[in-house]
């Protein structure tokens, strides 16, 4: 290229540019039909629905009740786990799940703003006080994760870890037997 | 025709200094939550210094740049004085209140929220007054832009506008408008609890309301940066801008799509539904069209610099290029950092990709790469422009802003690379120390350890930086001439209406906010079950 003037150096310019802006049209709209493509061909999707609920009021009703946190067999096979956040700890602090098992997380937070993050994957959703966060999950394979807060929740927040620990499928069902709500808190 | 330089001087000093105590509290961070030093006694002293570095790194720096940098363009690229100057002190007068008054209790532990402010977290109220001062400050200067804007076309009728004029008034008014979401979120919901007239608060609400600002004010950091692309690396290094239009076009293209996109800080929260993350993503890959025109168009203006210095071939013009002008290298830095940094953006935009970095180091290594690296390496290339003008000075030697220039960018690879890394790996932000001696966590302590020593290379060139502009001011006179900016290959002698004015655009960019948040917005408002108690920071 040399620098050229007068009418048709102009017109050259114009037609490279009018080329290159045509290249970086076509990558961003490839990178949306991929990101479009993605979602609706992946689990991973946003929660569909907007849910509340009052953190005031958390341990006294309702589906986050003390004794109903943990995790639950449902009867077609799949499993709840429930919990919440508080500065600054989980609870429970450490969650029981099956491998190979559709799981579906509710949580929500019982004062500020933390969040839920399991290693090791790509389970990462945050805890709105007011709001339940739901993801579904999965595991492949049996082990421990660690679940840190991922939202700065004041001075406390970075002693605010907890655990996931994925067992066998068969163990996990023994366990479920008496339908109780599940954790491996002190394990 | 600099003739406010004390004005100036005076953001550029404020700005600066500003960024030389954030940089120091950084750097302290990066050490001490590393391997490097045993764990901190008292975490809170850590966000206290956090809450110090993103409020003064996010809030007054750049902002200060903006505004002076912006002063220094309306005087010498309209060649008029500058209207106002009464009231541009003022405002940086509000700014320098504004940030005595909100670090203050910062600094005594009454309102360690960190910048995202993140309710329901709630501290002192004068924290939040001091950055609403800041920001009515730079109001002040979007205002006086356009005022100066208006006194030019009155007497240059059907004028082109000048590129540098168009850009800089570009920058102020999507300044003005990203503002908006944390004023609402500040003036509506927080500073009323803060003062105790309420006690509850909507937390979901307030993310809403503050992704607003907190992707656009990233454009707005870089307004300054890409104006130096067009405007004055092409002249710096004996080159002539490829293209007046396309520059015009990619301005206001950030204006128009800055906004509405914010809602991809929301990916992983329940308040927000699905549908509206959608839009959001899409229109987060939209703005990446400025980025990419603009890389066509300064690579192909500093071409043009080297095919005029004799070079040839496929890739000889590179070789040619005055790689000893500090400009020529602060360009090749932040392109290569904001290469990089782009690259990391457009895998945030994705929902499903996002779900395994969301919230962990990586994102914390994402925007120090982009406004550390990127943009931030230009401020440093403007300040070495300008200086000789401001000062009537020479700068010292060259080889220092050289060297400060290769530690600045070779620090920034040091430090995010790492971070990036550990980030996949799931550690998670905003942590003063992590527990190293876990075998789950203890992979993660070489990468940290790096990044604590990219922050203190960081340091270092930060310091120089400090170190030259302090003592150019010593230097014997000289005389600088006029202050220029790039001439294109083309220059424009017309310019389409569309292409020299700001209404439409401004209407689009309104409108555009409108359609994306009007309905996330209006459906949290009205829902009367989303108040929850304010959980008030250091009032034990």
């Known amino acids: ?187 | 025709m600099l003739v406010n330089r004390k004005l100036i001087l005076a953001h550029f000093w404020l700005a600066f200094g500003g960024f030389g105590l954030a940089l120091l509290l950084g750097a302290w961070q990066m050490f001490v939550r590393s391997p490097l030093y045993a764990w901190i006694s008292n975490p809170e002293w850590y966000y206290r210094s956090l809450t110090a570095h993103g409020t003064v790194m996010g809030y007054v720096f750049p902002t200060l740049v903006a505004m002076g940098f912006g002063y220094a363009i309306t005087e010498s690229a309209l060649q008029q004085r500058l209207v106002g100057v009464r009231w541009a002190w003022a405002g940086f007068w509000l700014i320098v209140l504004g940030a005595v008054m909100a670090m203050v209790p910062v600094a005594l532990g009454r309102a360690s929220v960190l910048y995202t402010f993140y309710p329901p977290l709630i501290g002192n109220a004068f924290y939040y007054v001091g950055v609403v001062l800041v920001v009515v400050g730079s109001w002040i200067w979007v205002a006086l832009m356009s005022i100066n804007l208006r006194v030019w076309r009155r007497e240059h009728p059907g004028e082109p506008v000048p590129l540098a004029m168009f850009a800089n008034v570009a920058g102020s008014y999507l300044w003005a408008w990203t503002a908006v979401g944390a004023a609402l979120e500040l003036l509506l919901q927080i500073i009323p609890v803060a003062l105790g007239w309420k006690t509850t608060i909507d937390a979901g609400l307030a993310r809403v309301f503050f992704s607003w600002t907190l992707h656009a004010i990233v454009y707005f950091w870089l307004m300054p940066t890409y104006i130096a692309y067009y405007t004055i690396v092409p002249r710096a290094i004996g080159g002539r801008l490829y293209s007046d239009s396309m520059g015009r076009i990619a301005f206001i293209l950030f204006l128009i799509v800055a906004m509405p996109i914010g809602i991809h800080h929301t990916f992983a929260d329940p308040q927000v539904g699905a549908g509206f993350k959608f839009i959001h993503s899409a229109f987060t890959a939209l703005v990446a069209l400025p980025t990419l025109l603009t890389v066509f168009t300064i690579c192909a203006s500093v071409e043009i610099a080297g095919r005029l210095r004799g070079g040839r071939g496929l890739f000889g013009w590179i070789a040619v290029l005055p790689w000893k002008n500090p400009i020529m290298l602060a360009v090749a830095f932040s392109f290569v950092l904001l290469g990089f940094g782009g690259a990391g953006g457009l895998i945030n935009m994705s929902y499903q990709l996002d779900t395994t970095v969301h919230n962990t180091q990586w994102i914390t290594g994402h925007f120090h790469l982009i406004f550390g690296g990127a943009i931030v390496i230009m401020y440093f290339a403007i300040a070495y422009d300008l200086w000789p003008h401001l000062t009537g000075r020479a700068l010292p030697d060259l080889r220092l802003a050289r060297a400060q220039l290769w530690l600045w960018f070779v620090g920034m690879i040091v430090t995010t690379f790492p971070w990036h890394w550990v980030g996949i790996l799931g550690m998670p932000r905003r942590m003063a120390y992590y527990d190293y001696a876990d075998p789950a966590i203890s992979p993660q302590a070489f990468s940290v350890t790096l990044s604590a020593i990219g922050a203190i290379i960081l340091l270092i060139s930060g310091l120089l930086f400090l170190f030259i502009l302090a003592t150019a001011h010593r230097q014997t006179a000289t005389e600088a001439g006029a202050y220029r900016f790039s001439v294109a290959v083309h220059p424009p002698t017309t310019v389409p209406i569309a292409l020299n004015t700001f209404a439409l655009w401004v209407a689009l960019m309104i409108g555009l906010t409108v359609t994306n948040y009007g309905y996330p917005i209006a459906v949290l408002a009205s829902r009367p079950d989303t108040s929850v108690p304010a959980v008030y920071v250091g009032a034990q």
């Open chain 1, 1 to 187: 290229m040399t620098v050229q003037d007068g009418h048709h150096g102009a017109e050259v310019a114009e037609r490279t540019e009018k080329r290159w802006a045509m290249i970086s049209i076509i990558i961003i709209v490839m990178l949306v039909l991929l990101a479009a493509f993605a979602g609706i061909h992946q689990a991973t999707m946003p929660q569909a629905r907007v849910e509340t609920t009052d953190p005031a009021r958390l341990h006294l009703s309702g589906e986050f009740v003390e004794s109903n946190l943990g995790t639950a067999a449902e009867a077609d096979g799949t499993v709840t786990v429930r919990a919440i956040g508080q500065q600054y700890s989980f609870t429970p602090s450490c969650i029981l799940v099956p491998a190979q098992t559709p799981v579906t997380l509710r949580a929500t937070s019982a004062d500020v703003v933390h969040g839920i993050l399991i290693q090791g994957t790509n389970v990462n959703t945050m805890l709105v006080p007011g709001y339940v966060s739901e993801q579904f999950m999965r595991f492949e394979k049996t082990g421990d994760h660690l679940m840190p807060c991922q939202e700065f929740c004041s001075f406390g927040h970075e002693g605010m870890w907890g655990k996931v620990k994925v067992i066998d499928k068969t163990e996990f069902a023994s366990r479920a037997k008496n339908r109780g709500r599940l954790s491996c808190v002190g394990e």
